[in-house]
């Protein structure tokens, strides 16, 4: 019986969340990645323990999209620079569409309505959103402020919000 030259698997690991997510940023830096699943097995080969559900939420927070590959294959990105973590059109969508409930207008600001606790979803998402006449957001429980450029109005703004919401324009002052 001849013996097999065989690495030994990597000791498992318990990372914290940063150093898991740099982990993530490498890999996905490397080579393509096409699932969690197979996320969650490099990880493994890196002896990093890590379930489907934290990879999920780990590229959440890492901004990651799915672009397409040539061939039409698609795997997870990301920015190049956290600035550039732009959420894509149909993530904004799906978030408005799920969290806000009511849009209203003043001046250059717009506010939306969320359930308790569901506002800084809907902000986030809106500061990632690369609206360019976004100049920022603030959140509380079931409230987002989004201050919009003087240039384009609350008015305009709500009304491309409720659009992307697919909720009806609640009036506002100007």
Same mark, same amino acid.
């Given at each position: 019986?001849?013996?097999?030259?065989?690495?030994?698997?990597?000791?498992?690991?318990?990372?914290?969340?940063?150093?898991?997510?740099?982990?993530?940023?490498?890999?996905? *830096?490397?080579?393509?990645?096409?699932?969690?699943?197979?996320?969650? +097995?490099?990880?493994?080969?890196?002896?990093? *323990?890590?379930?489907?559900?934290?990879?999920?939420?780990?590229?959440? %927070?890492?901004?990651?999209?799915?672009?397409?590959?040539?061939?039409?294959?698609?795997?997870?990105?990301?920015?190049?620079?956290?600035?550039?973590?732009? +959420?894509?059109?149909?993530?904004?969508?799906?978030?408005?569409? *799920?969290?806000?409930?009511?849009?209203?207008?003043?001046?250059?600001?717009?506010?939306?309505?969320?359930?308790?606790?569901?506002?800084?979803?809907?902000?986030? +998402?809106?500061?990632?959103?690369?609206?360019?006449?976004?100049?920022?957001?603030?959140?509380?429980? %079931?409230?987002?402020?989004?201050?919009?450029?003087?240039?384009?109005?609350?008015?305009?703004?709500?009304?491309?919000?409720?659009?992307?919401?697919?909720?009806?324009?609640?009036?506002?002052?100007?």
């Amino acid at each position: 019986m001849s013996e097999q030259a065989l690495s030994p698997p990597a000791p498992v690991t318990r990372l914290t969340k940063n150093q898991r997510q740099h982990r993530i940023t490498k890999l996905l *830096e490397a080579r393509a990645v096409t699932s969690q699943i197979q996320l969650v +097995a490099l990880l493994a080969e890196q002896g990093v *323990e890590a379930t489907q559900t934290t990879v999920s939420r780990d590229l959440e %927070d890492l901004g990651a999209v799915k672009v397409r590959l040539p061939g039409g294959d698609t795997a997870y990105a990301l920015p190049e620079l956290p600035v550039h973590q732009i +959420a894509p059109e149909d993530h904004l969508r799906r978030v408005l569409g *799920e969290w806000v409930v009511e849009v209203a207008h003043s001046g250059n600001l717009v506010v939306l309505r969320t359930p308790p606790g569901s506002a800084h979803v809907v902000g986030s +998402a809106l500061d990632r959103s690369g609206l360019e006449a976004v100049v920022g957001t603030v959140a509380g429980d %079931d409230t987002v402020l989004v201050v919009v450029a003087e240039e384009l109005g609350g008015r305009a703004m709500a009304a491309r919000l409720s659009d992307v919401a697919g909720i009806a324009h609640e009036q506002g002052s100007d």
